[in-house]
């Protein structure tokens, strides 16, 4: 029995070990534009093998993203945008593929090519990166299109750099890796936004909420010691049985 308890009590304390890295996850990503937080719950896991089914196990599982929209606040910064809800911004990943994100704090590169503030490049339309000509002025329509007023032109004499390539897809159709950009699950294929997707001159803040982070790493932290003295315990009762034994 002592050999099944310290199990119990392991897996216990690695999936709070694992709640608490999530958890720190979501607050380092609390201060970036379009995050969106990651759901974590533990659950009971019935442990397969020989004998009775009546051991059970602590699992921690990976809910998903949390998809509600963040604040949204106002830079008047015309690169800036705040994507609406279930919309999502296509880039180019570290390989050159595809990848999604609610970034819209937008810049032009040195080589006039528009990115994130993280680096990847902005897809058009057309899925190339999206180069954007010297000009005196620029805006971002609601669907995506980019309008320029070329250098040394009056204001009236408007031109069209190219468009955002949006998406429409529910964030549980979408899958965060490593890089932090998300991809489609397996047999999704994404649809192209139409209509109203964005609001330029804004930027959609994460949505973490640190308080309620911290509240969640300080009941983690205290289940963890929980299992950890449930292990101590194990391991003092395994030691006064074997005591016990030793002096028959």
């Known amino acids: 029995m002592t050999d099944r308890a310290l199990y119990v009590a392991m897996t216990g304390a690695s999936a709070m070990l ?3 890295a999530t958890v720190a996850n979501n607050l380092a990503n609390a201060d970036r ?11 009971a896991k019935p442990i397969e093998g020989p004998g009775y089914p009546s051991r059970v196990a602590t699992e921690a599982r990976t809910l ?21 809800q279930e919309r999502w911004l296509a880039v180019q990943d570290g390989a050159g593929a595809t990848a999604y994100t609610r970034a819209g704090d937008l810049t032009i590169n040195a080589n006039g090519l528009l990115s994130t503030a993280n ?29 320029t007023v070329p250098l040394g032109q009056p204001p009236s004499t408007i031109a069209e750099a190219g468009r955002l390539q949006l998406i429409s897809a529910r964030t549980t159709e979408l899958e965060r890796g490593d890089d932090g950009l998300m ?6 294929a994404p649809q192209p936004a139409t209509g109203a997707s964005l609001t330029s001159g804004t930027l959609e803040d994460s949505n973490v909420r640190p308080a309620d982070a911290l509240v969640s790493m ?5 289940k963890f010691e929980m299992q950890v003295q ?17 002096m028959r």
């Open 18 to 20: 694992r709640g608490q």
């Open 64 to 84: 998903g993203i949390d998809a509600r929209m963040g604040a949204i606040r106002q830079t008047g910064n015309p690169l800036d945008i705040a994507l609406h």
């Open 230 to 246: 449930l292990l101590q315990r194990a391991d003092e009762n395994a030691r006064a049985s074997a005591s016990l034994v030793s």
């Open 183 to 188: 991809r489609p699950r397996a047999g999704i």
């Open 218 to 222: 300080i009941e983690l932290a205290r």
């Open 33 to 43: 534009v379009g995050f969106q937080a990651t759901l974590e719950a533990t659950a």
């Open 119 to 147: 680096g990847q490049l902005v897809l058009g339309a057309d899925g190339a990166p999206l180069a954007i000509p010297p000009s005196q002025s620029m805006d971002i329509a609601s669907d995506g299109t980019i309008s």
